[in-house]
């Protein structure tokens, strides 16, 4: 076959643009050789260590195709599969409504070409995942749990008696763990909070260390927390709080005067707002943040439900657990803590600018390491894994959509 016969070929099969920006990248010439086709195929034999075994990178073609088709079918795979380490099987913002975390940054068909060139593809391959110790973590336990699995009959019900998640509940979660840290930047704030939102815990970070962790409340079933990306930007000391429509055409829409004042409330400018004060629902700080979806972090008057051991309880908004000395430490992190506690002592509604905006990452995670080192599954609150789950191979699983409590009103 002559060189244009070659490219003729290469160009009836490579149909995808991807495909296509590769080949034009090639000058529509056959590059792949035994020796990286066998990198190639050793890597993807490697892809439990990422809970990808399920799915199939098929690089190979029947005997008798060309070597057009056997060179584009291999591209496709490790196209595909890098793809898949880099930014996840799975685009989150398909399966969310709202969805603002940054995504990897990576161009995955430069790449492939380049690793190719230099004969370093498996080093390539292998630096497309997340290359933290979680990571690594959460892939040693799942690799555990599918041997496990193997092992028994997967007859066990989904959680033993002893509280116990079965080996193969266990790994699908583990896999779309590593399949949620894909999809987050790999260079994410040094200086941030995350927010687990599974979980029910803050962890706030410093320079890349964690200095802090904290029980939060988060949204109830029907109310979810949003996943999101959004900086604290100020300090709200003892706020008021403007009632949503969607609250006071809700479980407010039958009160009258009587309970408006017993709950220090005022129907001001066609909304009900809450004075400041030890019982107002935000409690005695706000952690204002820039988003269109009306999130924040925010104090409590009722901390007693920081002792459950479900949390999914708000509207949508995130409770922190003794969030005054939260709010202090942030303050004097920033040094602005003399301005704070002038503004926290002086029972009125005062904003505090924080001179630099601190990051906040809004996460779900069910299945994590946390602050001991230990790998952590739990329950599914809202539900959210099964999407995700049957992307990667897997079946539903066990359903464990947390029940909504109807506990108060606030936010």
């Not at 840290?181 to 815990?201: C, G, H, K, Q, Y």
């Not at 001991?372 to 990667?392: E, F, H, K, Q």
């Amino acid at each position: 076959m002559s060189a244009g016969q070659a490219q003729a070929a290469l160009r009836s099969l490579a149909t995808e643009p991807e495909l296509q920006r590769f080949y034009d990248r090639a000058q529509w010439r056959l590059v792949w050789t035994d020796a990286t086709a066998r990198a190639l195929e050793d890597a993807i034999a490697h892809r439990a260590n990422h809970g990808l075994d399920r799915l199939f990178f098929p690089s190979s073609v029947e005997p008798a195709a060309s070597p057009e088709a056997l060179d584009v079918a291999r591209t496709r795979a490790a196209l595909r599969y890098a793809r898949a380490l880099a930014m996840g099987v799975v685009d989150p913002a398909t399966l969310h409504a709202v969805y603002t975390l940054p995504r990897p940054d990576a161009d995955i068909v430069v790449g492939l070409a380049t690793a190719l060139d230099r004969g370093d593809l498996p080093a390539w391959l292998a630096g497309l995942a997340p290359q933290h110790a979680d990571y690594r973590r959460l892939s040693e336990a799942y690799r555990a749990a599918v041997a496990e699995q193997r092992l028994g009959n997967g007859s066990a019900p989904p959680i033993a008696a002893n509280g116990l998640i079965r080996p193969a509940d266990r790994a699908r979660t583990l896999a779309v763990a590593l399949e949620r840290l894909r999809w987050l930047a790999r260079n994410p704030p040094a200086t941030r909070i995350d927010v687990n939102i599974a979980a029910a815990r803050l962890t706030y970070y410093r320079d890349g260390v964690p200095v802090d962790s904290r029980k939060v409340i988060v949204g109830k079933p029907g109310r979810e927390t949003p996943l999101l990306s959004s900086p604290i930007y100020r300090l709200v000391a003892n706020p008021t709080w403007t009632i949503p429509k969607s609250i006071e055409n809700t479980e407010l829409a039958h009160v009258g005067p009587d309970y408006l004042a017993s709950h220090n409330m005022v129907r001001r400018g066609g909304y009900i707002v809450q004075q400041p004060g030890p019982d107002n629902a935000l409690g005695m700080v706000k952690f204002d943040m820039i988003n269109d979806q009306a999130i924040y972090l925010h104090d409590t008057s009722a901390p007693g439900l920081f002792e459950r051991s479900q949390r999914h309880l708000s509207h949508g908004c995130v409770r922190v657990d003794d969030a005054l000395g939260f709010a202090q430490l942030l303050a004097e992190d920033e040094g602005v803590a003399d301005r704070w506690q002038a503004a926290s002592a002086s029972g009125e509604q005062i904003f505090v600018a924080l001179p630099v905006r601190i990051p906040v990452r809004l996460l779900y995670q069910n299945a994590f390491v946390d602050e001991i080192g230990r790998v952590t599954v739990r329950t599914d609150p809202y539900d959210w894994n099964g999407s995700v789950a049957r992307a990667l191979g897997f079946d539903d699983g066990s359903r464990t959509r947390t029940q909504a409590d109807a506990i108060d009103i606030g936010p």
